[in-house]
């Protein structure tokens, strides 16, 4: 019974439920779009670093509370008795490695990661229980400048896979500012905001009639109820106005004045209802939003959070922003917006045949001499008859085939086939490289 | 009692046992190597793939038999009763991928991956807990061709960092040329050859008294014991003609032929001490030798074995030949052979300083220029004493910083600071680039 778990029948092909193989065609995406968006980060100065899957589960437990750590955390003890959860998210990991290196690091850090991670959760569509999740942040700037950094990153990003202002737009808000702009409309102290802004949280989510009934429990009238609800289809100078002296409200004036400075702003706007539940969040908050009608809704999003590092260090506080973007989320945007590339088939990729009169070390100069041209160059294995060789070719998505059979070698020749064109031609080994690299001929 | 991993003692910041951060620094390193790695193989006509983190663990139950699928693998139970491991090794994952669209897939196949994988193990040099494996495979082809195409992928990885024939060596040998030679020498059927084997699979693990009287109690005379010892000098022409009969001295001989033809036989060698206990492995078998003196060992190996798909589709039978790398062996290599360039500082890295009389996106055109033209840049976040900066600069290896205050934003021009060489220059917007680039002056 102990080994209950072996079997003699033959085992499911499936991968486990809400995870994904990743077969060449697939993998070759995902090394496309994670390349695209490594190499925008790096030029704009973010330096890339990662953690281990799994982590001690207090990690969790700590931070976000109870529903992500026991809920939808994969967590198991392992035989020394550790309490191990396999990531659900990169903050809890980069806080810790942040802590561990207080004194050496090098701050303002501008760091990203692409980590893979495991939640339990329901499989649906832009939901998988394993993804990756791109997390960008900023650590160690307090002011305005970072979430500035920060957001034309992800601009830069989505721009990066040719995403315009017609098909993403980056929603802005200011914790800071609707904690102040809440209390002065409310009349009420910090404290008496808290519980407000708990209501309005909820506003687009519950029927409106409960939304005014707890917002009047809590003692409001009309007119302010109104008032707030003002601020939703406001700009960002009419409703900055309506608090001016609040520190949010500098900062998000602050903000948009960059942003409209440097042409940036097409691609933002101001919206009172973005306020990001997590308790954590104490500035800048945002969420870039889809903008295809049939895929509206957010993306992803982020904001800025203080005091990164308070579960691990006593003293040190080190402040943050930054955003996490899932791989899932991503796919879905460039495919809806057409904006993934046909990778099947594209780029020279040469398949030298193989004849059973030619011992296989005589191909070995047209594989090495197509290579060094920086060519994609694989010799056929075994021996089939020609038309099964092409076939795979064909199938293989290989732009060329070479031939060399008894009679080309006994000539000094090879043959080349373009199995786009179905031309043919003949060389010599010294121009094959050119030939195939679409100088001339085949 | 229930919630008692939930402390409010500050948290560790040293990652689980066994596993590492990676900071930028090292980051660069293993993409850098990893780069390489796939570089190669793509070069070779490899595929990349890859699947979950999590399998069923009768995946691995089923092939490993119990000790890798008990002991040393991070095993679980899901809320939904699933028993799931996470993949201690490649192989399962890859062969239930390819039999599930055996219908469909294009053979010969030539495939690898990269995946981080766990293993509960004490960790020690060279061996972690979590660590990235490096598998390739060639699936779909029987003859020694496609043996050949693998060992020549492990070889070109390897020159691709620089290394040459004086600092690794592949041992090769032939399972079925010891099993065909063993029964030759001792005159048994193929079930006494292998309850030998079992045995000379030992030899170099136990004391010689030993090895010899679990021979002589199998029935074999001190002159077979012989015989079986000489192999182990012997190349690989003498070593067949033993038993030359044997597909396996067939295999063997072609094999060493056309490593020769092509110029690969210097990095290469028959070591009849090469066996690889995994009872799958069926025909060639090979492992890669760090031929540092402190480090002589092997690095890795692997072989050619049949019946890929055994546990997942009856009738279907698919071989394949491949190898396992793993990061910490090779980053080790690497080191050992000083073949690791030194990444800190390399390449241009721009700050762009910030003063508090110019605004935030005056400094936008210099961003945005350098940045495309290739260059990484980064604009300080927050206002800080210049001193400052550039001792962030200087820490951060940026190689340029670049000034514009409020005087030099007045006459249009920017400073130019070299970090290297301490030199500065003053230019328009327009040459900046091109003298960052290394074109002129600074």
């Given at each position: 019974m102990e080994r209950s778990y072996i079997t003699m029948e033959k085992l499911s092909t499936q991968p486990y439920k809400g995870t994904r193989d990743f077969y060449p065609e697939e993998m070759k995406r995902r090394n496309w779009f994670f390349g695209k968006i490594r190499e925008t980060l790096e030029l704009c100065a973010y330096d890339e670093y990662n953690g281990p899957?799994?982590?001690?589960l207090e990690l969790y437990a700590a931070k976000s509370g109870d529903e992500l750590a026991r809920e939808q955390t994969y967590n198991f003890t392992d035989r020394g008795g550790r309490n191990l959860a396999?990531?659900?998210?990169?903050t809890p990991s980069v806080a810790r490695m942040v802590a561990a290196k207080l004194g050496e690091l090098n701050f303002p850090l501008r760091w990203f990661s692409i980590p893979n991670m495991y939640r339990y959760e329901r499989p649906q569509r832009g939901r998988l229980r394993e993804f990756w999740q791109l997390n960008v942040d900023l650590f160690g700037c307090d002011t305005y400048e970072a979430d500035l950094d920060v957001i034309e990153s992800a601009i830069a990003i989505l721009r990066a896979f040719g995403a315009d202002e017609t098909m993403f737009k980056v929603h802005i808000n200011n914790r800071r500012f609707f904690n102040d702009v809440i209390a002065s409309i409310c009349g009420t102290d910090a404290d008496g905001a808290k519980k407000i802004s708990k209501v309005v949280d909820r506003k687009n989510k519950v029927p409106r009639d409960a939304y005014v009934k707890d917002m009047t429990e809590l003692g409001l009238f009309e007119a302010q109820i109104e008032k707030i609800d003002a601020l939703y289809t406001m700009g960002v100078r009419e409703a900055t106005a309506v608090c001016p002296e609040s520190v949010g409200s500098m900062e998000l004036v602050s903000l948009f004045d960059a942003l409209e400075a440097m042409g940036l702003d097409k691609y933002c706007m101001f919206d009172f209802?973005?306020?990001?539940?997590?308790?954590?969040?104490t500035g800048t908050v945002f969420e870039v939003f889809?903008?295809?009608?049939?895929?509206?809704?957010?993306?992803f999003g982020g904001g800025r959070y203080d005091n990164l590092v308070g579960l691990f260090a006593k003293n040190a506080k080190i402040s943050g922003v930054g955003y996490g973007m899932g791989d899932v989320t991503l796919e879905n945007f460039l495919e809806t917006h057409n904006?993934?590339?046909?990778?099947?088939?594209?780029g020279k990729k040469v398949l030298v045949a193989r004849f059973d009169?030619?011992?296989?070390?005589?191909y070995t100069d047209i594989v090495d001499t197509l290579r060094s041209g920086g060519i994609v160059t694989g010799l056929y294995t075994g021996i089939k008859k020609f038309g099964k060789q092409i076939d795979y070719a064909v199938k293989g998505g290989y732009s060329h085939v070479v031939i060399m059979g008894g009679s080309e070698l006994e000539r000094g020749v090879v043959k080349v086939k373009n199995?786009?064109?179905r031309e043919e031609c003949e060389c010599n080994l010294s121009e094959l490289a050119d030939i195939i690299s679409g100088g001339k001929g085949a």
């Open positions: 899957m799994l982590e001690s396999i990531r659900p998210e990169m209802g973005i306020i990001r539940g997590l308790d954590y969040y889809d903008e295809a009608p049939e895929n509206n809704r957010a993306m904006l993934l590339p046909d990778f099947y088939g594209s009169d030619v011992p296989v070390e005589k199995l786009d064109t």
